[in-house]
């Protein structure tokens, strides 16, 4: 390859340049650094745009029937669209539609908005996008003030805060949660309608029209224009209590004469506690999609910091932080940077222990930051973000495997031969360089290609290996440059003569060591390959007892728990139980910093639970401080035994983004669900029961919950349209009073400088608080006034709490989590054990979603695409040594390299997961590295009259500190990875233990199995 000879050459010639040009590169490099963009966690999520729809007072089915059907049925047959979630709850439904990978977010985004504009829904509901995303909740606060109550903390959240962060650049909204939302209550007395002879839509009626103000164009008074105005909006309650209703012999009847008016505040639907504290005010920040989290943060942070400062709060009222990812992110970015140091360090000593002389080891050493940099440049150039995977899987051993190619082979040649000046040193630098440049050049294009599979991962596994992917291929093509650019140049510079070259101890004892055992495996090769054969045989024995899951999980630094209480309960005993969960959490575990619990949903319909579950913020304190020996399964397993002291609570555990995550990729909160889908309730309701009752004693099944759908207490108002026509009352006009008068109605709104409040219409309490007293209001007629129980039947009735609905039908949830066994044979079990137990009617079907899913896919896109890569690898290396014969014996050496690997999984209990099996993938390029150069060494001597026999013994032995040197280099590389326990290694160690492993026993397979093989097929070639 002339191009690759001319490159060496021209660098060693124009060393001085290249390494200008190497400096430079390094202090642009640091400067791509600071503005590298990190991340703690890649999104995972497809593009998924949020529907929300509130009609205030409705059940779960109504919402079902008239809104979340009509626009389920319209936003179907969108360009892309993948599937479509929803849930229907008391007041509330909630949308998630799924769009193909690839599909443009904002495009996805605005074809819904068109869509959402063509549905007919009843009056006065207005459906709106929602901010939230998985990974878009990026700060939370409280707000705190002393001498303020709640309300006017939660005015201060609305209508100053939500403004001040909507500022931001990058932030698409700000939720309020917690705390009474300020309204204006007219609250009505049924008798004194009665006796004034009014009804209370005439007193809805009255406040509505009154509360207005008007243009009346300008007018021209002189020399001067004036604009005419009509003002007529309220200014306070006094002219709400004022407001003329109607008048009864000229005289005029006011609202403050038939009830009260006072300011009240809305019907909760949430509640949030912090600590001992039960009613606190929050805010939860949330980013755009595709914002870059750190950049964000820090304007964020700018901005609260202003807002403390003082002049845009009341005096007295602050913004506390209890949540900001920058806190996960500089932990773990800390967790990586030490693995990377660690890994640096550890290979630039392989080096020196390998080669003996500083200068050699300095310039393999070297070149890994300057890979590294250069990686960071064109990432920053590309607009691309780092995380804690991408960065942290990286294998420094792997990355300068062309550097250490290249200069042991430099400096092999330099000390076997006798150099008269400079400039024969610098001949043979080029000499020694064009030797191993065309191996070199087609192995990492073979690394390059080993990683497509990672390249080709589709859905969450792509999301998150996609990066890695990406990170690698840039900081593979930066070593491959500076192996043939920086290493030939920089060994130029420093070795102008002969090198006095000893062999190192290390070196000294493994060729000592090596000499025999190679001799003996090329006298009996057969042999050596039998042997080979039945380890392999006997490692591989094993897989089946390797469990599987799809992610390590991410370690958060804290924990996320959900409360599922009886869908029957009361608001106020909800918040009795909250309170008592939030302290037995404090008092009985130290590890905790704070609990910030979240009950119910908050008034912009964001979270779509209702008050009988509650989810809890816990905030956890650092791993070194805890008691010892307790870890996170542990404490997780402590603080559910705490809990259970409360009864008829069932409770799960996830983290913060993990949480959001899983419920953004299964549609429901649970690290695994399974959905059973069919059109009854009851029958769904009795199907999931027997489902859980069948998974409850399979090992490593936890927190199993269903999520029970009926037993909800209805109080119905059934109109009877006989009865009602005798009194001549039409159906809406009962409906219309039961509304009001029960539930309240906001007929106008006050506006209080650029605040509005709503203006609210109800009976008094004392006249809708049981189920007597709704039947006696009153109801207008023609000719006086009936109870409502002449013209309607109220009675209970069990309905639903929500309805889950997927891709157009009814399914019921059962949520799990695998703790304690791989996730992959807990299902299995579990699959099992439902197929022989539970037994289901026709049209009624079952379908696992959440990781166990995620994984099922990955592995089976990975069936398709490691075949295909193995074959373009055979054909690059047929490319390389122009024969199918050395190709398929290099690829043939592969497995026994992977012995290692897997037995690390099995003695360290790692589950076989997507990392892993990325571990796998890196170490299939460094094998057919090593491979590549040792047949190519072979090939060589051969060609220069060496006998078979001599040519693989004579070639095993010189390439044996290279084959080691590339080996170790790539274990020790990821070691600090594979053995570290800080925040933000869990992802990382399957991987790492993986090449840990199998740069163990690749060695063996290289330098004895290869030659083996080799000796056995040209053996026989040649007699035949």
Request: hydrophobic share 45%.
């Amino acid at each position: 390859m002339n191009w690759i000879d001319n490159i060496i050459e021209s660098s060693v010639r124009e060393r001085g340049f290249i390494i200008t040009a190497s400096v430079i590169v390094f202090l642009v490099g640091l400067w791509a650094f600071t503005e590298l963009n990190i991340e703690a966690y890649p999104d995972p999520t497809p593009p998924l745009v949020e529907v929300i729809a509130q009609q205030p007072g409705w059940s779960a089915e109504e919402m079902e029937r008239q809104i979340t059907v009509p626009l389920e049925t319209e936003l179907n047959g969108i360009p892309g669209l993948d599937v479509i979630r929803s849930i229907s709850l008391f007041g509330l439904s909630n949308i998630k539609i799924y769009f193909e990978w690839g599909t443009d977010y904002y495009d996805a985004r605005q074809e819904v908005i068109n869509r959402m504009q063509m549905v007919d829904l009843p009056e006065g509901v207005s459906p709106e996008l929602s901010p939230w995303s998985a990974l878009g909740e990026i700060y939370r606060y409280q707000l705190v003030g002393d001498g303020y109550t709640t309300m006017e903390l939660k005015e201060a959240q609305d209508w100053i805060l939500e403004r001040q962060f909507r500022q931001v650049p990058g932030i698409i909204d700000v939720v309020g949660f917690g705390g009474p939302t300020k309204e204006y209550h007219v609250e009505i007395d049924p008798t004194k309608l009665i006796a004034f002879g009014v009804s209370i839509s005439d007193v809805m009626d009255a406040i509505e029209l009154s509360n207005s103000n008007v243009g009346g164009n300008y007018l021209n008074i002189g020399e001067q224009s004036y604009n005419v105005r009509g003002v007529g909006l309220f200014r306070g309650i006094d002219d709400i209590a004022n407001v003329m209703v109607t008048e009864r012999d000229g005289m005029p009847i006011y609202v403050h004469q038939l009830g009260e008016v006072r300011i009240g505040s809305m019907v909760p639907l949430g509640k949030v506690g912090r600590d001992y504290d039960g009613d606190i005010v929050t805010g939860i920040v949330n980013m755009h999609r595709g914002q870059q989290t750190l950049p964000t943060l820090e304007r964020v942070r700018a901005k609260v910091d202003e807002i403390n400062a003082g002049g845009i709060l009341p005096d007295g009222m602050k913004v506390v932080p209890y949540y900001d990812r920058t806190d996960l992110v500089n932990v773990t970015t800390s967790t990586v940077q030490h693995i990377l140091l660690a890994g640096m360090i550890l290979v630039g000593f392989i080096m020196l222990a390998f080669l003996g002389n500083l200068k050699a080891a300095l310039i393999v050493t070297i070149s890994i930051p300057l890979s590294l940099l250069i990686t960071f440049i064109i990432m920053v150039l590309r607009g691309d973000s780092a995380n804690l995977i991408s960065m942290g899987a990286l294998d420094f051993g792997i990355i300068v495997d062309a550097s250490v190619i290249m200069i042991e082979n430099i400096y092999r040649r330099l000390s076997n031969k006798d150099i008269k000046d400079s400039n024969d040193a610098k001949r043979t630098i080029i000499s020694a360089g064009k030797q191993v440049a065309g191996p070199i050049f087609f192995s990492m294009a073979i690394i390059i290609v080993a990683f497509l599979p990672l390249f080709t991962m589709q859905g969450v596994e792509g999301r998150i290996f996609g990066p890695l992917a990406i990170t690698y291929g840039i900081a593979l093509a930066a070593a491959l440059f500076l192996s043939l650019t920086y290493a030939p140049a920089l060994a130029a510079w420093f070795f102008k003569g002969k090198s006095s070259h000893k062999d190192t101890m290390l070196v000294r004892w493994l060729n000592a060591a090596y000499a025999p055992v190679i001799k003996g495996c090329v006298k009996r090769p057969k042999t050596t390959l039998g042997l080979s054969g039945l380890v392999l045989a006997a490692t591989m024995s094993t897989v089946p007892f390797i469990g599987g899951e799809f992610m390590p999980q991410l370690e958060e630094g804290n924990l996320w728990i959900r409360g599922t209480m009886p869908n029957s309960i009361s608001f106020t005993k909800a918040e009795e139980l909250v309170d008592e969960m939030r302290i037995l959490i404090l008092e009985n575990h130290p590890e905790v910093t704070t609990v910030v619990s979240q009950l119910g949903q908050d008034d912009e319909g964001t979270e779509a639970i209702s008050w009988f579950n509650v989810d809890m913020f816990v905030d956890l304190k650092p791993m070194d401080e805890w008691s010892e020996g307790l870890d996170k399964e542990r404490l997780i397993s402590k603080m559910d035994n705490t809990l259970s002291q409360i009864s008829g609570v069932a409770f799960s555990f996830s983290q913060n983004i993990q949480d959001n995550v899983e419920e953004a990729m299964a549609g429901v909160r649970g690290e695994n669900v399974v959905k059973v889908f069919g059109e009854d309730l009851e029958t769904l309701e009795r199907l999931a029961f027997e489902i859980e009752a069948a998974m409850v004693d399979v090992e490593g099944i936890a927190d199993l919950a269903v999520y029970t759908k009926l037993g909800q207490p209805n109080l119905l108002v059934e109109i009877d349209r006989e009865r009602a026509a005798r009194y001549g009352v039409l159906t809406t006009d009962v409906n219309k009073i039961v509304q009001a008068a029960v539930g309240g109605e906001a007929v106008t709104q006050r506006l209080d400088g650029d605040r509005r409040f709503d203006v609210v219409v109800r009976t008094l309490p004392e006249f809708r608080n049981t189920a007597e007293a709704i039947r006696n209001i009153p109801v207008a007629t023609g000719t006086g006034y009936i109870p409502l129980k002449e013209v309607a039947d109220v009675y209970t009735q069990a309905g639903a709490s929500f309805i889950y609905r997927e891709a157009n039908a009814r399914y019921i949830p059962i949520a799990f989590s695998v703790r304690g066994r791989d996730l992959q044979s807990a299902v299995n079990d579990a699959e099992e054990s439902i197929l022989q137990n539970v037994e289901f009617p026709s049209g009624y079907r079952l379908e696992w979603a959440g990781e166990f899913q995620q994984l099922q896919a990955a592995l089976e896109r990975l069936m398709i695409v490691v075949p295909i890569t193995l074959l373009l690898i055979l054909f690059l290396l047929y490319g390389n040594f122009k024969n199918l014969t050395d190709p398929i014996l290099v690829l043939a050496s592969v497995p026994f390299s992977l012995v290692g690997g897997i037995l690390a999984l099995i003695i360290t209990g790692t589950d076989l997961s997507i990392s892993a099996t990325v571990g796998f993938i890196c170490v299939l390029g460094v094998v057919v590295l090593n491979g590549v150069v040792l047949v190519g060494f072979i090939n060589n001597l051969r060609r220069e009259g060496r006998t078979l026999y001599e040519a693989v013994l004579e070639g095993s032995q010189l390439r044996l500190r290279a084959v080691m040197m590339v080996a170790m280099a790539a274990g020790i590389g990821l070691l600090p990875a594979a053995v570290a326990t800080g925040i933000g290694s869990e992802t990382q160690q399957p991987l790492a233990q993986v090449v840990v492993g199998s740069m163990i026993t690749a060695p063996f397979a290289t330098l004895l199995v290869l030659p083996a093989m080799y000796l056995i097929y040209y053996g026989w070639k040649n007699k035949s």
